[in-house]
C-alpha cells in the first residue's frame, strides 16, 4: 500500500506487518523470535529444521520401501523407494509449526496443499511418520486445508471448487498466503491506523487499532482462543475475518459443550483448560496474557513463568522438599501444569510398530499427584 499517495483508507484496510516495524521497532524485532510468527515458514533453502539435521535422513518403513529426504537441483524434497527404485518425489515448500517440538511440511500441487509424509519432532531429534498417516505405504495425498491454515497462518484467500458427483474440495492461492500469526492477526487491520499516524505524528494516542486494555476479560480470551480452542467444532465463516474485540462464538454453528463426549487434548484445546482451572475461576481479570506476552520469546523459560505464579500465590505452602530444592520459585511449571500425552497426536519412528507418545503441557492448572497424571 502506498502511504504516499493514497485515498481515504477504508476501515477494513490491512497495512501488512512490515509497516509495524516503523514505528513498534522493538517490539516487532522481538516477535520476530516468537513462536507464533515462525509458526509457518516458506522453505527457500535446505535448511528444513533451523538447526542440525537428524543423524540419518532415511525413513525405512521396511526392507522394501523407503523415504529418503534429499537436496536436489531446485530445493530440498521427500523422495519414495520402492526395491531401490525411485517411485515419486515431492519438494518441501513450506514448514508448518515454530520447531519448538515440530515441523511438519506441505508441498503445493497446482492450486492444492498436501502434506508431506515425514515430519521432524526435536522430541526424538529425528525425522518420523507425519501423525495420522499410514505405517506401512508412502502417502502423499493428504490436504491441507485452510482450516488448518487459520491457526498456522495470518491469511490465505481460497476457492471452494467441485471434486466429484458428491464432493467439494478446496483452491489455494499460495501467493496469497500470508506466514505466520502476524500482527495484524491479533491487532486487527491496521491500513487505517498507519496512514493516520503517518499523517499526523504528533497524535501519540492510537487511533483506529484495537487497544487490548479497552477489551473485556472474555474479549482477550477469545482473542488468543480463535487458535486456542481446537478444531472439533463447526466453523460458520473462515476465523481469518476475526477481529479482537469480537465474539468467538458467532463464528462457530456449535460449541464443544454441544458435544459432551468431547475431552480436551493438550494440542489444541488450551483455552478450554484453562477455563477449568481454580486460579482462573477464582480470579476476575486473569487471562492468558497474564502469564504470555507474545510480543516475546520465553517458550521453556521456566524460571520466567514461575516468578508470575509467584506473583499471585506467593502465600502457598508447599513442602519442606519443595522448599529445599529451590523450586518454588524456579519451577512451578513442572509440578502445576506438567507434560501430558496428546490424544491427538502421536508418531512412529522407522521399522517399528511402537507409537511414540507427542506430549505438550497442559493448560488446566491444578496440583496433580505426579507429573502427567
Known amino acids: 500500500m502506498d502511504f504516499q499517495k493514497r485515498e481515504p483508507v477504508k476501515k477494513d484496510a490491512v497495512a501488512g506487518a512490515e509497516t509495524c516495524r516503523k514505528c513498534h521497532t522493538s517490539i516487532y524485532d522481538a516477535y520476530l523470535h516468537n513462536p507464533h510468527h515462525n509458526t509457518t515458514q516458506a522453505i527457500t533453502t535446505d535448511d528444513l529444521t533451523h538447526g542440525q539435521m ?41 514448514a508448518i509449526g515454530s520447531g519448538k517440538r515440530a515441523y511438519t511440511y506441505g508441498y503445493w500441487e497446482g492450486s492444492r496443499l498436501n502434506q508431506l509424509p515425514l515430519s521432524y519432532f526435536r522430541q526424538v531429534n529425528q525425522w518420523a511418520n507425519s501423525p495420522g498417516f499410514p505405517t506401512n505405504m508412502v502417502y502423499f495425498e493428504r490436504p491441507i486445508g485452510s482450516r ?47 496512514a493516520f499516524h503517518l499523517d499526523s505524528p504528533e497524535v501519540k494516542k492510537a487511533k483506529y487499532i484495537v487497544l487490548y486494555q479497552n477489551l473485556t476479560r472474555k474479549q482477550k480470551n477469545d482473542a488468543c482462543a480463535i487458535c486456542h480452542s481446537g478444531n472439533d467444532v463447526t466453523v460458520d465463516r473462515s476465523t481469518f475475518a476475526f477481529k479482537p474485540g469480537d465474539n468467538l462464538s458467532d463464528y462457530y ?20 483448560m484453562l477455563a477449568k482451572s481454580k486460579c482462573f475461576i477464582q480470579s476476575k481479570d486473569m487471562t492468558c496474557n497474564s502469564c504470555h506476552n507474545t510480543h516475546e520469546e520465553l517458550k521453556g523459560n521456566l ?50 510398530t511402537k507409537v511414540s507418545p507427542y506430549l505438550l503441557r497442559t493448560h488446566h492448572i491444578a496440583i496433580y499427584t505426579s507429573a502427567g497424571k
Open 303 to 352: 524460571s520466567i513463568y514461575s516468578q508470575r505464579c509467584v506473583s499471585c500465590h506467593q502465600t502457598q505452602k508447599h513442602s519442606v522438599e519443595t522448599l529445599r530444592k529451590g523450586m518454588l520459585k524456579t519451577n512451578c511449571i513442572d509440578c502445576h501444569m506438567p507434560k501430558q500425552t496428546s490424544k491427538l497426536i502421536s508418531f512412529q519412528a522407522a521399522r517399528t
Open 148 to 194: 488448518c491454515l487459520e491457526c498456522h497462518a495470518s491469511f490465505v484467500d481460497k476457492t471452494v471448487v467441485q471434486t466429484g458427483a458428491l464432493t467439494v474440495g478446496e483452491d489455494l492461492d499460495a501467493k496469497s498466503l500470508v506466514y505466520g500469526i502476524d500482527c495484524e492477526r491479533c491487532h486487527g487491520p491496521a491500513g487505517q491506523h498507519v
Open 54 to 94: 537428524p543423524g540419518s535422513n532415511v525413513y525405512e518403513f521396511n526392507d522394501r520401501l523407503k523415504l529418503v529426504v534429499e537436496k536436489r537441483e531446485g530445493g530440498m524434497y521427500q523422495v519414495a523407494y520402492f526395491d531401490g527404485k525411485e517411485t515419486i518425489a515431492r519438494k518441501f515448500d513450506l
Open 253 to 272: 454453528r456449535n460449541s464443544r459443550a454441544t458435544f459432551a463426549k468431547l475431552e480436551e487434548d493438550v494440542h489444541g484445546n488450551q483455552s478450554q
